[in-house]
């Protein structure tokens, strides 16, 4: 069978060159209408390259004249606080300058000089105390000193004016214990056969009580849902603590354990069981959970005084005054 095939080669050649044409003009179109010479890498990969190290060079900079500007701000308000405690000062030295003349000054005149006396410097302290950017306030001295922690679980907090400045490494941090939780852990398991014969637990933190008793009939895994629930409901500060996959059926014997919620030797709580070791040593005998250790360490040399995660410098000594936090659960080695 024969096979004839028709062309057409001006027509061929003239659609490539519209396709060409369409395409150099669709790319100029996309110049023009985002500003940009290069819009994907295809256009030029070098290019793109520098163009997006350009771009981010220029947000940067975008940034820091935005911070730039934020700092001026935050000086112009803190020069207007500053304005109006030195006409303060000016009109409080006029009033003790003027007092000093007895020629002329009877008893109710200095009366009258000391009582506005004492309202410039409480202006003053009004505009200390109330005089904020933002949220922070500027003229408190609570800004007088700041700095920041590098290492693990190392966090600032905070420096008054006693802070010494730190030596260009900073102030090294030596971490001898961890901060714990106070914390109790039953030495008798719960059991279906505990449970059904009716265990009462009893918690106390903070003014708060809760008397628990166990249902008859409940599978271990339901009974200790119920207490982990009512303990979150009582609104005490103490949690329970469960191992994931402890319990293999629901009735797999478990074994209690509750720990206050805040860190360090200040806080307790009490508990107490029905059956010796369930949770209290002695059976209806309440014990007082109070294991909880605060952090220890030194700070730049200088022996911290800890109170939970917050170890303070010492009084007097070059970090006096400074506070840091350290989360770690362990001391470092």
Do not use: C, W
């Not at 994907?40 to 997006?52: K, M, N, Q, T, Y």
């Not at 935050?74 to 009109?91: F, H, S």
């Not at 605060?294 to 400074?322: C, F, H, M, N, W």
């Amino acid at each position: 069978m024969p096979l004839r095939i028709n062309h057409n080669i001006a027509a061929i050649n003239a659609h490539r060159n519209l396709i060409k044409n369409t395409e150099v003009q669709n790319k100029n179109l996309e110049r023009l209408s985002s500003g940009l010479k290069i819009n994907r890498g295809a256009d030029s990969p070098a290019g793109l390259i520098i163009s997006e190290r350009m771009r981010a060079q220029i947000a940067g900079l975008r940034q820091a004249i935005d911070n730039s500007e934020t700092g001026i701000t935050m000086l112009q308000t803190a020069e207007g606080a500053l304005e109006e405690v030195n006409r303060t000062l000016i009109n409080a030295r006029q009033l003790a300058i003027s007092s000093a003349n007895e020629a002329v000054n009877d008893e109710a005149m200095l009366t009258a000089n000391q009582q506005e006396f004492d309202d410039s410097l409480r202006a003053i302290d009004r505009i200390a105390r109330i005089s904020n950017y933002g949220t922070k306030a500027i003229l408190d001295g609570s800004m007088g000193a700041n700095g920041v922690t590098i290492g693990d679980n190392l966090e600032f907090i905070s420096a008054t004016e006693k802070t010494k400045s730190s030596p260009v490494g900073g102030f090294a941090v030596e971490i001898k214990v961890a901060a714990t939780h106070s914390s109790v852990t039953g030495k008798v398991a719960l059991t279906k056969a505990l449970i059904d014969s009716g265990e009462q637990l009893t918690f106390s933190e903070g003014g708060k009580t809760l008397n628990f008793e166990t249902i008859a009939g409940e599978s271990v895994e339901t009974t200790m849902n119920r207490l982990e629930k009512a303990v979150i409901a009582s609104g005490m500060k103490i949690k329970m603590i469960r191992v994931p996959g402890s319990a293999s059926t629901p009735d797999a014997p478990q074994f209690l354990n509750f720990q206050h919620q805040e860190f360090g030797s200040k806080h307790s709580f009490h508990v107490g069981s029905k059956t010796s070791g369930v949770l209290s040593a002695q059976a209806d005998v309440p014990d007082m959970v109070k294991n909880g250790l605060d952090v220890a360490g030194y700070i730049g040399g200088e022996l911290g005084i800890g109170k939970g995660q917050i170890l303070t410098g010492s009084r007097p000594s070059k970090v006096s005054g400074l506070k840091i936090r350290y989360t770690g659960k362990n001391a470092p080695p």
